[in-house]
């Protein structure tokens, strides 16, 4: 499915709901990675019901024990589309009884995607159908496009956090969160990007003040302004010898190595009360 205006050419697939490509019409460039599978198949996977790795792979609810994947079973389902216009789409992910055996709440499980200008906005809704409390995490997981040809690299980017002097980073240890955090300084508020900043899978930042952030080049007229106010994490990441950064906004956390598996104790889980709706947005913003 196409969204297009004057400025940019997006598409979506019913596949996960995925962002495959925001293309810049006038530069003539592509700003989403097109996933070589010889580092990564995946362009933007959408997060739910969990976000990161659950310890053993399994959760308890009610004393009921269930397995979900890492990043639960949301990026591999097909969406029902609901809203199709030039501008505007929207999918929709409803329980069923396959996801009820990996995930026992009822819900309706919306993404929103409007095209504005030079910006994407992604919103992640959620309904609490259950007769219970609802208790979920969601993420985007977004995939930018580095240019690496004509000598440039890693080197050449960098992160700028707009009320950030300071990282507070957690490592993952075999896709559990380091309960020990590192504290980063930055040059002038930025991030300077490496090869091997990876090298220990992803950056998790926490109690940032900063609700956007710019990805930029040092050699060439580029800027991506990536907004994500009202998520209390941010993953960065990266796979091995590709040229792509993942900017990760989650409301939800890998387990840590100490978590006892209740999902209601499960850091950053959101609470969502009986009939209740939700809403989280994401945008990526072309400014250069």
Not at 169 to 174: D, E, H, I, T, V
Request: hydrophobic content about 40%; aromatic content about 16%.
């Amino acid at each position: 499915m196409i969204l297009e205006n004057d400025v940019l050419r997006v598409e979506v697939v019913q596949e996960g709901a995925e962002l495959r490509s925001a293309y810049d019409k006038k530069g003539e460039r592509e700003y989403i990675w097109q996933r070589n599978p010889k580092f990564w198949t995946k362009s933007a996977p959408v997060l739910f019901p969990i976000v990161g790795y659950l310890k053993n792979g399994t959760y308890r609810h009610h004393d009921q024990k269930y397995q979900l994947p890492k990043h639960g079973f949301a990026r591999d389902r097909i969406f029902d589309l609901v809203v199709q216009t030039e501008t505007e789409l929207s999918f929709v992910l409803r329980a069923n009884k396959q996801t009820k055996d990996l995930y026992p709440f009822d819900f309706d499980f919306f993404v929103h995607y409007i095209l504005e200008g030079d910006t994407l906005y992604c919103t992640y809704e959620v309904w609490n159908n259950s007769e219970e409390e609802m208790l979920f995490s969601v993420g985007g997981h977004p995939a930018l496009q580095l240019d690496f040809s004509q000598r440039r690299g890693w080197a050449d980017y960098f992160l700028e956090f707009a009320a950030d002097s300071a990282l507070t980073r957690y490592y993952l240890r075999n896709d559990l969160l380091h309960t020990q955090p590192e504290f980063y300084p930055l040059e002038d508020q930025r991030l300077q990007l490496s090869a091997n900043m990876f090298r220990d899978d992803a950056w998790v930042l926490k109690n940032l003040q900063s609700k956007k952030i710019r990805l930029g080049n040092r050699q060439e007229d580029y800027s991506v302004e990536f907004a994500f106010e009202g998520f209390p994490y941010l993953g960065l990441w990266s796979a091995p010898g590709a040229s792509f950064i993942c900017l990760e906004p989650w409301c939800g956390v890998n387990d840590t190595a100490q978590h006892n598996g209740v999902l209601a104790e499960k850091e950053g889980i959101v609470f969502l009360p009986l009939a209740e709706r939700w809403q989280q947005t994401w945008s990526l913003s072309i400014l250069k």
